[in-house]
């Protein structure tokens, strides 16, 4: 095929330090590369990754927030897989980073919110996979998911 995967994300931060901070220290992304970019209003690029998944930073020169509305048309957030929905939420608040939307049960997953330093979403997914599912895509065994008897989640319903 043409087109293989979503190579990156592009992010402009209000302050690109700040942002590198939470995604390399909170989330675990590692940076890649930092180049300086001679382009005004653009300083810096820099690249964090995180498995085969990537983030551009671009730092500039005074940048304009974002609005405010939910559903304003463009790009909404990023989505980061977690093993365990319950120990991502438990780790992050351990940080002090407050749970934007508490997880709810989508029955094949559950599903999450936190908010990055600018109040970008990043939303944390945990699928849910049986012994079947693991063995028609891996091709071998993996064990079930763990339970999530002490998590607290909602069942979202929509109407």
Known sequence: MMFKRVD???IVPRN???TI?????ILGFRIRSRNEVKMPPMREVIY??????MIEIISTDDPKPK???LWEVGYRGI???VEDMAKAVDYLRGKGIGIAR??????????????????LIVELRQWKRTVQSANRVAGGFSPPAPTTRSMRVR?????
């Open 16 to 18: 690109a330090e700040k």
């Open 67 to 69: 609005d405010e509305v």
């Open 48 to 53: 964090l990754e995180l498995g085969d998944t």
């Open 21 to 25: 901070d939470f995604y390399v220290n």
């Open 102 to 119: 508490e997880p709810v049960d989508l029955g094949d997953s559950f599903r999450g919110e936190i908010r990055d330093p600018d109040g």
């Open 8 to 10: 990156h994300v592009e």
């Open 79 to 81: 989505a980061l897989e």
């Open 155 to 159: 069942t979202a319903r929509f109407t």
